[in-house]
């Protein structure tokens, strides 16, 4: 099974400022998801792209999807101190129907 | 709609003791998941059922950990005997569909092995 890295692994920002975070991988995917964790709790689902899409938004997320880089990002704008939460990238690649995760983005947001 | 719930919240035990988490998904979904998260990592997958089968459990220390979900609802995981490593978060997640395409994560349950 293969597992996402992402990039950087922390990040601090102030309030207003987008968050860029990017997960690379190493196979052909099906699809890929983006998580967020807050701490101490479960993790919520973001959004998913699919492997024949190339862009996907969500209110003021942005996922982009990059087959030939094998590689994703999420952009967050306008932060706001609740987005404060570590981010997850989930994959499924081949037949699997098992999701591997990264290790994830902590990503602060000061106010 | 009621989200997947998980029980107990904390827990901390010593080495060599026993313990077991209980997981009650959404209603409907027919798949449930196991992780484990080790702090600064991401989840790792323990064992997948599709209804009260076994889709995939590669990833479950079997000498120790074991895994039910007997009516194809809620699901229990154990450990025994547990390690200092097995300190962790335990979290649950259930989807709709087996390809698990949006997964629905219970608030997991956090152990310390003392």
């Known amino acids: 099974s293969q597992q996402g890295e992402e990039d950087p692994q922390a990040l601090s920002i102030q309030e207003g400022e987008n968050a860029t975070m990017n997960c690379s991988y190493k196979?052909?995917?099906?699809?890929l998801q983006w998580y967020r964790q807050n701490s101490g709790r479960g993790l919520v689902h973001l959004i998913l792209?699919?492997?024949?899409?190339r862009e996907k938004h969500s209110g003021r997320l942005r996922v982009t999807l990059d087959t030939s880089k094998k590689s994703s990002s999420l952009l967050i704008t306008a932060s706001r101190a609740a987005d404060t939460a570590s981010y997850f990238c989930?994959?499924?690649?081949?037949?699997?129907?098992?999701?591997?995760f990264g290790r994830g983005t902590s990503l602060i947001v000061h106010p | 709609e009621a989200g997947v719930a998980q029980s107990p919240r904390y827990k901390i035990i010593e080495k060599r003791q026993s313990v077991a988490f209980w997981c009650n998904p959404i209603?409907?979904?027919?798949?449930l998941y196991w992780y484990q998260q080790i702090l600064g990592q991401g989840p790792k997958l323990l064992i997948q059922?599709?209804?009260?089968?076994?889709?995939?459990d590669s990833q479950l220390p079997k000498d120790r950990f074991s895994a039910e979900r007997l009516k194809g609802v809620d699901s229990t995981l154990k450990i025994q005997p547990a390690k200092l490593e097995d300190s962790a978060v335990y979290l649950c997640?259930?989807?709709?569909?087996?390809?698990?395409?949006?997964?629905?994560f219970g608030p997991g349950t956090r152990l310390l092995v003392l």
């Open positions: 989930a994959m499924r690649s081949g037949g699997s129907y098992i999701p591997t």
């Open positions: 059922f599709q209804n009260n089968g076994v889709v995939d």
């Open positions: 997640a259930s989807s709709f569909l087996r390809d698990g395409e949006t997964q629905y």
């Open positions: 209603s409907g979904h027919a798949t």
């Open positions: 196979t052909s995917i099906n699809n």
């Open positions: 792209i699919r492997s024949n899409e």
